[in-house]
C-alpha cells in the first residue's frame, strides 16, 4: 500500500482542479497483469455484456457443501447466476452455481440472514425481489414488483438484523424512467419470510443505496440523485430523521459499527462525506489525491480519455465504498477515474478520518483501469483480509497488493460463515458484519 498526503479537507474539487492540481505522490509499487477469470467481463455499469471465455458449466452444491467454511456468493450477470466461492482458507476456488429466478435483467443488490440461511437479490429490469436457500440455490419465494405493486426498478436491498424485513429501493418507483416524479419516488419493505408489502417509505431522488446498521438501530436509505439522507428505525421502519443536504447527491455508503458515523461518497467528490448521526449534522468531507506519476498520464482518466466515459448512472467520481471488517474501522474508497483505492483510518477520530495509503488496480500507470468493465465497488470478507474491487481481482488487505487470485466480476456478493452446516454470520454487500464470531 503506497501513501500520500490526502488533500486538505477545505478544499473543494473541480475536475478541472482535480487533474491538473493533485500534490505529488510516491509511485506505486508494479502489479501483476489482470487476468481474466472465466466467467468474463460485464458490460460497463452491469448495462450490457461483453463477450468472454465459456462459463464454466453450472455445478450442484458438493455433498459435503457448507460444512464449516466460509463462502462467497457472487452474482454473475453474464450467466445469469450466482457462483459459490470456497474462501475457507483465502483459497478463492469456485465451488457450485445457481441460476438467477430470471433469465433477463441484471442483479441490482444482494444481502443474506444467516438466522435463516436465506439470500435475497433484485433484478432491476426484471422487476423481481427473490428469496434463495443458500444451501442449495432453490427459490424459496419471488415476487415482481411491477405486477404486484406497480413499483419498478427494485434495487440495491438490504436486511435489517432481525431478519425480518427486507428495504428495497425501488429507482423508478412508479415512474416509466427514473427521471420524472422523484419526490414519488419510495422504498418498498417486504417481510422477509414471505415477500409480502410490509410498507412503503417515501424517499425522493431516485432511491438507489441501503445500509443495515450493525448495531441493529437503524436504516440508512439514499437516492442517487438527491443530496439527503433518510433514516428509518430498524424494528418501527419508521422515518426518524433526514441528514443533509452534502455537496453532491449521496452514492455508495457506510457506517461504523456503533451507527455512530456516516461515510458515502459523493457523485462529484474525489473522496467521500461524513456526518455525526447522533447529531445530525453533515461534516467536512474528506477528500482524497492521486499521484502526479498517475495523472500526468491524461489518457489513463476514465473520464474522457483510454476508458471513456464513467461507467455509473451519473458518473460519480468515486462509486464503491467499504467499511472493511475485522477491527480495523477502515474505510477502503474507490477512485473510479484513476484506478486506485483509497484507505482512511476512522478510529483515531472517526469525524476526520485520517488517509493511510492507497492500492493501484491499474496494470500499467499510464493505461486507464478496467477500460473493459463498467464494475465499481468494494467488498471485504468476513475477516476483512480481502478487499473485492469488482473487477474479478482479490486484493490482499494487509500488503495493500492485488493477489494472483480471481473470482467472477461483479459488484454484488457477499460473503457466509457457516459452523457444522448452519451459517452464523454473513458480510453485507460494502462490508459490515452481521451475526456470531
Known amino acids: 500500500m503506497k501513501t500520500t498526503p490526502s488533500s486538505p479537507k477545505s478544499r473543494l474539487v473541480s475536475r478541472r482542479h482535480f487533474l491538473t492540481g493533485t500534490t505529488a505522490g510516491v509511485a506505486g509499487s508494479l502489479l501483476s497483469p489482470s487476468i481474466g477469470f472465466a466467467g468474463g467481463a460485464q458490460g460497463r455499469g452491469g448495462r450490457g455484456q461483453e463477450p468472454g471465455p465459456a462459463l464454466p458449466p453450472i455445478q450442484p452444491a458438493p455433498a459435503q457443501f457448507p460444512g464449516t467454511g ?95 424485513a427486507l428495504f428495497v429501493p425501488m429507482n423508478f418507483s412508479r415512474e416509466t424512467s427514473g427521471y420524472g416524479g422523484w419526490q414519488n419516488h419510495v422504498y418498498l419493505v417486504l417481510d422477509a419470510a414471505t415477500g409480502e408489502k410490509i410498507s412503503e417509505i417515501p424517499r425522493p431522488g431516485r432511491p438507489h443505496n441501503s445500509w443495515s446498521g450493525e448495531a441493529g438501530r437503524y436504516m440508512y436509505l439514499g437516492g442517487r440523485s438527491d443530496q439527503t439522507l433518510v433514516v428509518a428505525d430498524q424494528k418501527t421502519y419508521k422515518v426518524i430523521k433526514t441528514i443533509g443536504p452534502f455537496d453532491w447527491p449521496i452514492r455508495m455508503f457506510v457506517t461504523d459499527p456503533r451507527e455512530s458515523y456516516f461515510y458515502t461518497t459523493l457523485t462529484r467528490t474525489v473522496g467521500f462525506g461524513v456526518a455525526d448521526i447522533g447529531a445530525g449534522k453533515v ?118 497488493k492485488k493477489t494472483s487470485m480471481k473470482i467472477s466480476p461483479s459488484e454484488k456478493l457477499l460473503e457466509v460463515e457457516f459452523r457444522n452446516g448452519k451459517a452464523v454470520r454473513n458480510t453485507g454487500q460494502q462490508g459490515g458484519v452481521y451475526g456470531n464470531s
Open 70 to 164: 466460509r463462502y462467497l456468493y457472487v452474482t454473475n450477470d453474464r450467466g445469469r447466476r450466482v457462483d459459490v466461492f470456497s474462501n475457507t482458507t483465502g483459497e478463492h476456488s469456485l465451488l457450485w452455481s445457481f441460476p438467477y429466478a430470471e433469465p433477463g435483467g441484471r442483479v441490482g443488490g444482494v444481502c443474506a440472514d444467516h438466522a435463516t440461511q436465506r439470500l435475497f437479490a433484485t433484478q432491476l429490469s426484471d422487476g423481481t425481489v427473490a428469496a434463495y436457500d443458500m444451501l442449495t440455490g432453490k427459490i424459496i419465494w419471488r415476487v415482481n414488483t411491477v405486477e404486484k405493486y406497480g413499483l419498478r426498478q427494485p434495487d440495491r436491498l438490504t436486511i435489517t438484523v432481525d431478519g425480518k
Open 283 to 400: 461534516l467536512s468531507d474528506v477528500l482524497a489525491q492521486v499521484p502526479k506519476t498517475r495523472t500526468k498520464y491524461w489518457t489513463a482518466s476514465s473520464a474522457g480519455g483510454g476508458a471513456g466515459s464513467l461507467p455509473h448512472g451519473d458518473n460519480p467520481w468515486s462509486h464503491g465504498l467499504g467499511m472493511r471488517p475485522g477491527g480495523s474501522e477502515e474505510v477502503w474508497v474507490l477512485n473510479d477515474e484513476w484506478g486506485y483505492l483509497h484507505v482512511f483510518d476512522t478510529k483515531a477520530n472517526p469525524a476526520q478520518p485520517k488517509f493511510k495509503g492507497h492500492v493501484e488496480l491499474f496494470d500499467k500507470i499510464d493505461e486507464a483501469w478496467a477500460s473493459d468493465t463498467g464494475n465499481r465497488w468494494v467488498a471485504f470478507s468476513l475477516d476483512g483480509k480481502y478487499c473485492y474491487p469488482s473487477d474479478g481481482s482479490v486484493v490482499d488487505c494487509v500488503t495493500g
